[in-house]
């Protein structure tokens, strides 16, 4: 047992520090890209929709590769995570502070947003992308306001 306990503590120390490795930090370091983490969120719903119509079409598909069809449902699925950490990690942790303007607001949309996100990983429901997306651009506008859109080239 002795043998193995550094081995051990090497195992464990890598997936503590690989884990953080990951995530933004909350230092805070002050380097933000509030653009590129709404271009982000959009990448995620894109793929998020392509998963489900490949599901679709492989459910379809009387002789469908069962192999492919789990990795579109894994894929879909880690996409949604991903979208769902940007969301809350990024903005409700560290972007939307508490005395925010339009707090309430911005809270309510990124909320609508990881719900959509949830109910994208329970189903193949191609509405619940449409709301991501509607959703994404309130948020956006909200977040930017309308002025600072137009100036950003967006």
Known sequence: MKRMMPVIISVV??????????????????????????????EHITTIEKSMKMIQHLQGDEHHNANQLIRWVVNKENHADK??????????????????????????LLHHMLVFAMKCKQTTDLDNVQNLRKIVDQ?????F?????????K
């Open 13 to 42: 120390m890598f997936f503590a520090i690989s884990g953080s490795a990951f995530a933004h930090c909350e230092i805070p370091c002050g380097i933000y890209d509030d653009p590129m983490r709404i271009e982000m969120i959009r």
């Open 83 to 108: 979208l769902q950490h940007i969301v809350s990690q990024y903005f409700m942790t560290q972007r939307i502070s508490l005395d925010a303007e339009k707090y309430m607001e911005k809270i309510s």
């Open 139 to 143: 948020f956006e506008s909200l977040y």
């Open 145 to 153: 306001g309308k002025e600072e859109k137009k100036n950003d080239g």
